[in-house]
Structure formats: C-alpha cells, structure tokens
C-alpha cells in the first residue's frame, strides 16, 4: 500500500508514534512518504520504501501569519496525486486533519478519491483543539474523516465529551519495540552519571507546565531524604527556568541534572531505577512506556491514558495530580526494597509487552484496509 503520513517532525510523542509507525510499515513492504516541514527527528535514513517530502511556506510581507495550512493542503495534493497515494494518514488534528479535508475535497475535484485517517494524539483535544477559536473547525475535520483513531480509551472519552463528537473512534494504543528494547537492557554504563550506591530517577518531557516538572523536583527531594539518588532530567521546554531557580533556592543543585533533548533516551532508561511522570494530562504517556520496556517501575499521576498505561500496584504506582506526598511515599517503597524494585521493574516490563509494535501495527494495517474498501 502507498501511505501518506502527516505529523509533527519534532521530539513530541506524536512525531515520534507516527515516525515509527512509517519506518514499521515500510519494513513491511509498505511505501510511505512523510509530508512535513522538515525531516522527522526519528527519521534518520531514507530508503527505498520510505520518502520525505517537505512543505515549504515562503515568507511574504503582506502576511503576519504564514498559512501554512494552505500550504499543506498543496503540498498533499501534489504528493497524492504524483505517487498514486492511497491512503493519507494525518497524526494530530491541528492543523493537520483540516488541511488533509481541503486536499482530499481538491483531489475530488479532479476525479481522485483519497480516504483519510485522523489519529488524535492529546494536546489537540483537550488542551489546544477545545478552545473556541478552534473547536468548530477541529469538530469539523474530526467528523469528517474517513476513520479517527485515538492513543487511549481515556482520549477517546474526552474527544466525545468535549467535543460532542458521535461518531466510531478507534483506539489504537502507542507502541514500541520489545525487542529492539529487550536488546537494550543493561546497555549503559551507570556510573557515568550516578555514584555506584545512588539511585537514579528519571523524567523525560518537553517541560511545559502540564508536565509539572515542580512536582518532579518535590518529589524527588522527599525520596532524596530517605534515599541516596540523583535526578535526571530530559528535555527540554518553558518551565525549565523556573525548575533550575527552584533548584537553587532549595540547594538541590548538585542532585539534579539537566541533560538537554537527546536521542540517548534509551541509555539512560536503562541505567535508571524510577520513572517519574506526574502530569496534569496525558493522554497515553510514552514516555512512561519506554520507561517500562526498559525495566523502569513508574511513579505518575492517575490521568488519562495514563492510569490505562501505568498498572497501579504492578508497573508502578499512580496518585492524584498534585499529590506528592503519595508519589513520594510509592516512590521510596519502591526504593528502599531490592527485592520489590525488582518485581516491579520484570512487572513493568510484562505490561510493555502489551504495547509490542508487532502487535499494534497489524491494527494500522487494518484501518488502511477498511479505509479503502470503503471509499471505493
Ligand atoms: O506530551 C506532550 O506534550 C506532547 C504530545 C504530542 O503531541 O506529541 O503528546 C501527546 O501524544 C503522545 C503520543 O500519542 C502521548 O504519549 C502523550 O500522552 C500526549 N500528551 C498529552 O496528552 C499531554
């Protein structure tokens, strides 16, 4: 099958699912092309089955603001109708559901029926997409395309209730690659960052402050208490000043590190012992899953898709938003006891494997499928 794929080509989730959703098809024997501004992060080789193709919005004075939405319907028309596409897979509803909508209506006018498929991802139904100024067009672009998908029951729920939304949405949870993890277990060298008696925690996010990246560091500094440990942190974002003045203020400087966006998420995930993840919202948390396919138990808030993710009592523990001392609390139970750290570490594991790539991709493929027989 020829699959278009729409996202954003950065370090966020949604990026990253749709990115390795391309390169698992295209092994398959798929042929996939990546319509975006630029080349996904995760996207390192092109090959034969997989392609990129780039939109480009010229500055113009007259415009404040550069449409790319436009551009993007254009862009997909002529990628669409120049490889025979057949199905366009668009990941994030902002913008990109309602510029697929306005190619797939161009194309029609020119005889050439393309199915679109929506997958929502989070942000853009409950943080972003339910705003006034955008709901209406995001109402329309999610009804009408040809099938949605969503990451999470929790998302699913959500797109319903906020949206008022009737249709059949799919859920199709994010993945990964237990093998390719399985591989990676015990891969780095701990030292590097932690004496060899410290604990290490870990979060990873893009800082905003639905991450409540504070909460990490007050959590942290309650298991630091009772338990030798060192935090890292990964990523990067707005809240990341006000994380660092906090640090300081409370002389917790030389305990946290800050390690910038990197590709080296894996490495560190296996050198740690806790996974801290405590958001105001998220609608699946991937991040918390790579935690788990490599071993590491799970401390987070119950929100979302992520109390269907993060098994309370088995990989990890969840609380309510903003309860640290809870968090803290599971936190250094986890840590005080060998023995439980291990069981919760093989039980993260188990329920990783759940999320298998060679589980969830088949789904994927079978969307297409019924994308397809129905619009012909
Ligand atoms: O978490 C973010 O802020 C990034 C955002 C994105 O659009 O990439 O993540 C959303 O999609 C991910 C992939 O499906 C999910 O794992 C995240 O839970 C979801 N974020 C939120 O719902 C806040």
Redesign the pocket.
């Known amino acids: 099958m020829k699959i278009g794929i729409v996202c954003?080509p950065t370090f966020?989730?949604?990026?990253?699912?749709a990115t390795e959703l391309g390169i698992e098809l295209s092994k398959k024997g798929h042929e996939i092309h990546f319509i975006t501004y630029s080349q996904p992060v995760r996207l390192d080789a092109l090959s034969k089955n997989l392609h990129y193709h780039e939109v480009n919005v010229p500055d113009y004075p007259l415009f404040k603001y550069e449409p790319y939405e436009l551009a993007l319907s254009s862009k997909l028309y002529d990628v669409v109708s120049k490889h025979k596409i057949d199905v366009l897979h668009v990941h994030?509803a902002i913008p990109h559901a309602y510029a697929a909508y306005m190619a797939k209506k161009i194309l029609d006018e020119n005889g050439y029926n393309i199915p679109i498929i929506t997958t929502l991802?989070?942000?853009?139904i409950?943080?972003v997409g339910n705003h006034p100024f955008y709901k209406p067009a995001v109402t329309f672009s999610i009804n009408k395309s040809d099938i949605v998908t969503c990451?999470s029951k929790s998302?699913r729920d959500d797109t319903r209730e906020f949206f008022g939304i009737k249709r059949d949405i799919k859920v199709i949870p994010?993945f990964i690659d237990i093998e390719k993890y399985s591989k990676k277990h015990l891969l780095f060298e701990r030292n590097i960052i932690a004496q060899d008696k410290e604990k290490i925690i870990v979060h990873i996010?893009?800082f905003?402050p639905?991450?409540r990246i504070i909460d990490v560091i007050k959590i942290f500094e309650k298991i630091s208490q009772k338990i030798n440990s060192k935090l890292i942190m990964v990523g990067d974002g707005p809240d990341k000043k006000k994380a660092k003045d906090f640090l300081r203020k409370n002389n917790l400087k030389n305990k946290v590190i800050f390690l910038g966006k990197t590709n080296e998420i894996d490495e560190i995930l296996c050198s740690s012992d806790l996974f801290l993840l405590p958001?105001e919202?998220?609608?699946?948390?991937?991040?918390a899953l790579e935690a788990m396919a490599l071993k590491v138990p799970v401390i987070s808030s119950n929100v979302?898709?992520l109390k269907e993710l993060n098994i309370n009592g088995n990989s990890g523990y969840t609380s309510h938003v903003g309860d640290i001392d809870s968090m803290s609390n599971n936190a250094i139970e986890i840590l005080s006891n060998e023995k439980l750290k291990n069981t919760f570490k093989n039980q993260a594991f188990e329920n990783a494997k759940k999320y298998d790539i060679k589980k969830v991709i088949p789904l994927y493929e079978e969307i297409y499928s019924e994308a397809l027989t129905k619009s012909n």
């Open positions: 954003y966020g989730g949604s990026g990253v699912v994030y991802h989070g942000t853009d409950t943080l990451v998302l994010n996010s893009n905003r639905l991450k958001s919202k998220e609608s699946f948390g991937l991040a979302g898709g």
